[in-house]
């Protein structure tokens, strides 16, 4: 049996998102494996500032590109992001609110809980 995966407070991972369908496994859940390069775990809550940040270094997140099925991220949209990129954000200043309920433990590896708290938003938000 495998175990569920927990999330950074300890607990069952909870789904990100679904519409639009997220995650690297585009199964809605914030969830990681090894084919999974840039980590997709941080669930978060997009707003402009990080969508234009996002762009500005090099992933464009809000246009949509329909050969290959995604339709481009708006505020307010929760999408798995690359832990990587979320640290790159709250360096930068314009990290997006994250759902600590959605995102993976493994993201403690590479960020600080209290940053990641620091931003929370509630899961049913």
Same mark, same amino acid.
């Given at each position: &049996? =495998?175990?569920?995966?927990? %999330? =950074? +407070? *300890?607990?069952? @991972?909870?789904?990100? /998102?679904?519409?639009?369908? $997220? *995650?690297?496994?585009?199964?809605?859940?914030?969830?990681?494996?090894?084919?999974?390069?840039?980590?997709?775990?941080? /669930?978060?809550? &997009?707003?402009?500032?990080?969508? #234009?940040?996002?762009?500005?270094?090099? %992933?464009? +997140?809000? $246009?949509? $590109?329909?050969?290959?099925?995604?339709?481009? @991220?708006?505020? *307010?949209?929760?999408?798995?992001?690359? =832990?990587?990129?979320?640290? #790159?954000? +709250? #360096?930068?200043?314009?990290?997006?609110?994250?759902? @600590?309920?959605? $995102?993976?433990?493994?993201? @403690?590896?590479? =960020?600080?809980? %209290?940053?990641?708290?620091?931003?929370?938003?509630?899961?049913?938000?």
């Amino acid at each position: &049996m =495998v175990a569920k995966p927990h %999330n =950074v +407070l *300890g607990s069952p @991972l909870h789904c990100c /998102c679904t519409d639009p369908m $997220t *995650g690297f496994y585009r199964n809605g859940h914030c969830e990681t494996g090894p084919d999974d390069q840039g980590l997709h775990i941080v /669930c978060a809550e &997009m707003t402009t500032e990080f969508l #234009e940040f996002s762009r500005s270094v090099g %992933n464009d +997140l809000s $246009t949509p $590109t329909p050969e290959a099925g995604f339709n481009g @991220l708006r505020p *307010g949209d929760r999408w798995c992001l690359c =832990v990587e990129r979320w640290r #790159e954000a +709250l #360096e930068a200043g314009v990290a997006p609110p994250v759902v @600590l309920e959605a $995102t993976h433990i493994s993201a @403690l590896e590479f =960020v600080d809980l %209290n940053d990641l708290q620091h931003h929370a938003v509630t899961a049913d938000e």
